[in-house]
């Protein structure tokens, strides 16, 4: 039986689905109990929906599957909206050690994204700003299909290039395998329930 598939912008009721989404695809229940694996992914799609332009859904048989988030960065405009949901998910966090443990890890990272961008010299008017696609549903064509409509995007807004970050816990290959470039990495130890492991960060990007 073939799967419905399409591609839509997102709606309201798609966030708790879409949490799931990130914490699947992340994998967050590795290094998180399950409860602060869930607020975990509540912050991160709230403060990504902060930094973006565009959205596409991904849906499969009824079922958001996955998500891409594209800006524009000279017309962005924070959503008042996504910004508030961002600060309440934040305070849930807040309220455990383990959450403002995983903050810290995660204001880490956003600081060597940050130095690999400066390295990079380069004025960017685009950036993909998230890109998920639930592991259970990979293999479809999927994630092709989400890469290409937000480079349709990047068109239509006359961007000449744009950028992503990513590191070795997710699928970078692919985004060589569309076309993308390698232009700065970082290694880095980071801790993992007790355990010491090496991340690569990386910095893409791609002339449209």
Not at 25 to 36: C, I, N, S, V
Request: glycine share 6%; hydrophobic share 35%.
């Amino acid at each position: 039986m073939e799967n419905n598939i399409k591609l839509r912008e997102l709606k309201k009721q798609d966030l708790p689905a879409l949490e799931n989404v990130i914490r699947k695809t992340w994998d967050y229940d590795k290094f998180a109990t399950p409860k602060t694996a869930r607020k975990l992914a509540k912050v991160y799609l709230a403060t990504c929906l902060t930094n973006q332009t565009y959205t596409r859904i991904a849906e499969v048989d009824g079922v958001p599957a996955g998500l891409i988030l594209g800006k524009n960065i000279e017309k962005h405009h924070c959503p008042l909206k996504y910004r508030l949901r961002q600060i309440s998910a934040l305070c849930g966090l807040l309220i455990s050690k383990e959450g403002r443990g995983i903050l810290n890890f995660y204001k880490n990272v956003d600081e060597i994204y940050s130095q690999l961008l400066k390295q990079c010299d380069k004025d960017y008017r685009g950036e993909i700003a998230l890109f998920a696609l639930s592991p259970e549903y990979r293999g479809l064509g999927i994630g092709k299909m989400l890469f290409h409509s937000v480079l349709a995007y990047m068109k239509s807004q006359s961007i000449s290039d744009f950028y992503l970050y990513t590191d070795t816990s997710c699928n970078f290959g692919f985004y060589e395998h569309q076309g993308m470039v390698r232009q700065q990495q970082y290694k880095h130890l980071v801790n993992m329930k007790g355990q010491k492991v090496e991340l690569e960060f990386y910095l893409y990007d791609m002339a449209v």
